[in-house]
């Protein structure tokens, strides 16, 4: 009996391995799911006269993209973003997180601009409040205003097309 | 068509691989002398394809070819020589074609050093290996083929990552990869011995010297890899508990566990079901660390492959080879009956034991901190990472009482030893290094350094491992003290036995070395503008001036700090802050300023303004630094000497005594 314990062991290893696999490192869970998206109230970076409100985007299903003009990740995200968000006309908004205005808008002038509007959060207590791990990452909204997905890295082509397309789809 | 080559060449690998597999296992079965002699062969042809495939991968790096995918994915046109030959293991398929390569090296050395083992038997070891890398190359050519077209070619490649442009990361694959391959040499050794049913100590003996050789390899590896996180990550430490780190340590401490239990089964006879299973578990647990790092299952900064469709395949591969091998030890091992050899409580067997106890613990423990969190996932969705305080609590308890015990282990004698001797002969030891211990407390404090317990701890054990080593060398050498004779006596000692001294001595040095970089290191992390100074551990770090310069693919702001020591020598140091221009990716280049006593460290961070005026830096100073360096390197050292010894060389004779026999030579 004791010599068939590792084998026992090992598969019980192989089969929790096997049910890891299944799982997406990225996916993590926001502590907001469900919940309402804190508010935003910051001024945009195209017209900083003007402020986002969340209440101003109520009534359809939106993307939050967090990012900043010194995130790697972020310069190969955008035009992906750009170029998807147009096909399956999604609206997709940026969180400007630690970042320096000049810096963005320089980025978005060379990269592509995937957004409707982007709200600057110099100090990072909007992306504190949505608990924001790394940049980049992106929130799902629907139109009641609540926190429906949060996928955190950069999104690609698959990501839009497995994980966030379904889930504004199913909103719409 | 140099990258199709290597494709064809890795499909001619398979076929000979699938004949090594079969052919000459079912000669060993049915007694078939062509179809066993066919293996040798089948080993040299697969070694030689395998060579063709690389040497083509080679090719296309260094001519920059661009329409292949892997090569365009990571180098570059401006990328120095060497990176763009170190880019063959930069990215998943490479390195997975380099472990191939590794495996099928191994496979050759067996084949080409077992003239004198029984056929039958190598037949076996080596099928084991050509299923191996049956395995291996059904993988790197459905799902990671390094040679992969891309149409239309790229014009310029993406580079290699910038974290690997480093020398240490040139050599740090290559050895890591000899050290996880290299045990699926004993790993075959014990298999083959599990299938003939003849699991004696004949397998033990054959293998010892493979498993010195792979824990050597993989001992360097792990050095370079820590060496390259201190030097290149700059995060001024140099171990983390990362779970790639993670994945290269388990093996090896399963690895130490089963060169010790090894010695047990060859000179003694016992242990025998147990050195089985831990050949099995030290392979097995190279094939988790491959899995682990290029399965995307646990985030980390070294798993770049996230790719489930390869995850499935490596955790099948480690169901198939894992599970058929525990599944083979479950059914053979009962078999082999009680061991010969009879040993008292108080024996060289009995430490060994605790050692094979303590390191299992310690890996098993190990484990379990790198899997929990993906455990807890599967069970509950939560996402938690364990850190180094989990690591330190579980893995120092076990492994200190190993340290502690290894001085004892190596005066004691086989079968029985007596309390008295081993009091007699390790007293002064004892007493000298907890009085050296005490008096560095003393002075610590009287030069206003105060020593932690841990770290006093810790100076303790290193101290009793060294001058437990030295009293050992002192008992066998100096006997008589008569000098005459010395030069005679110290070349009848194996080189075995200097093996061992040099990695327990290394043990010491490394523990010693640890203790005190870790438990005295100061460091300070400040904002600092240009001609501002600040102090850390006794030095003061003046930033001098900030300048662009560029190296050969990068930007880079170089600062200036001028370093001194209370008014005695000053020196220059550069720490720079690089932009990568392909990647665009920012890398601090920390400078380290290495000495015997101590490791100056600045780190430039990031500015804190756009004219770049004020900076965040870290300043270090680690005490001793460079001996966890040396202490590794001798014990890696302690590895090559061991090989040296006559014993592996003159294998032949002894493969032909009866499995069992205990053997002639006392010493380890």
Redesign the interface.
């Known amino acids: 009996m004791r010599?068939?314990l590792?084998?026992a062991i090992?598969?019980g290893?192989?089969i929790?391995?096997?049910?890891?696999?299944?799982?997406d490192?990225?996916a993590?869970?926001s502590a907001l799911l469900e919940q309402p998206a804190p508010a935003i109230d910051r001024p945009l970076l195209e017209d900083q006269q003007q402020v986002l409100h969340l209440q101003d985007l109520r009534g359809r299903a939106w993307l939050l993209n967090v990012w900043a003009s010194w995130c790697?990740p972020c310069?190969q995200e955008l035009p992906v973003l750009a170029e998807l968000s147009k096909r399956d006309a999604v609206a997709v908004y940026g969180l400007n997180y630690k970042d320096?205005p000049d810096k963005a808008r320089a980025l978005l002038r060379v990269a592509g601009n995937p957004y409707r509007a982007s709200a600057i959060d110099g100090d990072g207590r909007v992306g504190m409040d949505f608990g924001i791990q790394g940049v980049p990452e992106t929130f799902v909204i629907d139109s009641q205003g609540r926190v429906r997905y949060r996928h955190v890295g950069p999104v690609t082509a698959e990501i839009w097309r497995d994980r966030l397309l379904p889930v504004i789809r199913s909103l719409q | 068509m140099i990258a199709e080559l290597g494709v064809f060449a890795l499909v001619l690998a398979l076929v000979t691989a699938v004949l090594l597999a079969v052919l000459p296992l079912a000669g060993a079965h049915w007694g078939l002398a062509g179809w066993v002699r066919l293996a040798r062969p089948a080993a040299f042809l697969l070694c030689a394809l395998c060579v063709l495939s690389s040497a083509s991968l080679f090719w296309c790096f260094w001519r920059g070819d661009f329409s292949v995918l892997y090569v365009a994915a990571n180098s570059h046109s401006d990328l120095p020589m060497a990176y763009k030959l170190a880019a063959f293991w930069g990215g998943h398929e490479g390195s997975m074609l380099l472990w191939q390569l590794m495996l099928s090296g191994w496979t050759l050395a067996v084949a080409w050093r077992s003239r004198d083992l029984p056929p039958a038997f190598v037949a076996r070891v080596l099928a084991v290996l050509g299923w191996i890398s049956v395995g291996l190359l059904l993988f790197l050519l459905f799902l990671s083929n390094p040679f992969a077209r891309l149409i239309p070619a790229a014009a310029q490649g993406k580079d290699l990552n910038p974290l690997l442009q480093d020398p240490g990361m040139v050599l740090h694959p290559p050895l890591l990869y000899m050290g996880y391959v290299g045990f699926a040499v004993p790993f075959a050794f014990a298999l083959a011995a599990l299938i003939s049913g003849e699991l004696g100590a004949a397998w033990a003996r054959w293998s010892r010297s493979w498993t010195l050789a792979a824990w050597g390899f993989l001992t360097l590896g792990i050095l370079l890899g820590s060496a390259w996180a201190y030097y290149v990550l700059g995060w001024g430490g140099w171990w983390f508990w990362d779970p790639v780190e993670n994945a290269s340590f388990m093996p090896w401490l399963v690895g130490t566990a089963l060169l010790h239990s090894l010695i047990v089964t060859d000179q003694r006879g016992a242990f025998r079901?147990w050195s089985a299973?831990l050949a099995?578990?030290a392979f097995?647990l190279s094939l988790l660390g491959t899995?682990l790092v290029r399965?995307?299952?646990?985030?980390s900064v070294h798993a770049f492959a996230?790719d489930?469709g390869r995850?499935?395949f490596i955790?099948c591969f480690?169901?198939a080879v894992?599970?058929a091998s525990?599944?083979l030890?479950?059914w053979r091992?009962?078999e082999l009956g009680r061991c010969s050899g009879e040993f008292a409580m108080l024996s060289r067997e009995t430490f060994l034991l605790i050692n094979n106890v303590l390191f299992t613990a310690a890996a098993l423990a190990v484990l379990i901190g790198t899997?929990y969190p993906?455990?807890l996932?599967?069970l509950s969705?939560e996402?938690i990472s364990v850190g180094p305080p989990y690591f330190q609590a579980v893995f120092l308890p076990l492994v200190l009482p190993a340290l502690a015990l290894m001085g004892v282990g190596t005066v004691a004698r086989w079968k029985s030893s007596l309390v008295g001797e081993l009091w007699r002969r390790l007293r002064v030891a004892l007493v000298l290094s907890l009085a050296c211990s005490a008096v560095l407390a003393l002075a610590g404090g009287w030069m206003g350094v105060r020593l932690s317990p841990a770290t006093l701890l810790g100076l303790a054990l290193g101290l009793w491992c060294l001058l437990s080593t030295l009293a050992h060398i002192w008992q066998r050498l100096g006997q008589g003290l008569e000098i005459g004779h010395l030069g005679q006596r110290l070349s009848r000692q194996p080189w075995g036995w200097w093996g061992m001294l040099m990695a327990h001595a290394g043990a010491g040095v490394f523990v010693l070395a640890v203790s005190l970089a870790d438990g005295l290191e100061s460091r300070h992390e400040t904002t600092l503008a240009q001609g501002e100074t600040a102090e850390a551990g006794g030095y003061r770090f003046r930033f001098d001036s900030l300048g662009p310069t560029a190296g050969p693919n990068y930007d880079a702001q170089r600062a200036q700090f001028t370093v001194s020591r209370a008014g005695l020598d000053s020196w220059s140091m550069f720490p720079e802050k690089r932009v990568y221009r392909a990647?665009?990716?920012?890398l601090s280049q920390a400078a380290i300023d290495s000495g015997w006593t101590r490791d100056v460290f600045v780190a430039l961070g990031d500015p804190l303004d756009?004219q770049g005026l004020r900076w965040t830096v870290r300043l270090q100073v680690k005490p001793f630094m460079d001996w966890v360096w040396i202490g590794t390197l001798m014990m890696a050292l302690g590895a090559g000497l061991s090989l040296m010894d006559r014993r592996f060389r003159t294998a032949k004779q002894r493969a032909h005594r009866q499995s069992g026999a205990p053997a002639l030579q006392g010493a380890v």
């Open positions: 010599f068939v590792p084998l090992f598969l290893l192989a929790m391995l096997g049910l890891g696999l299944q799982r490192p990225r993590l869970p790697a310069r320096q | 079901s299973l099995i578990c097995s899995f399965s995307g299952v646990l985030t996230v489930p995850g499935l955790l480690i169901v894992v599970g525990l599944w030890f479950a091992a009962p899997l993906l455990a996932d599967v969705g996402k990647q665009g990716m920012a756009d």
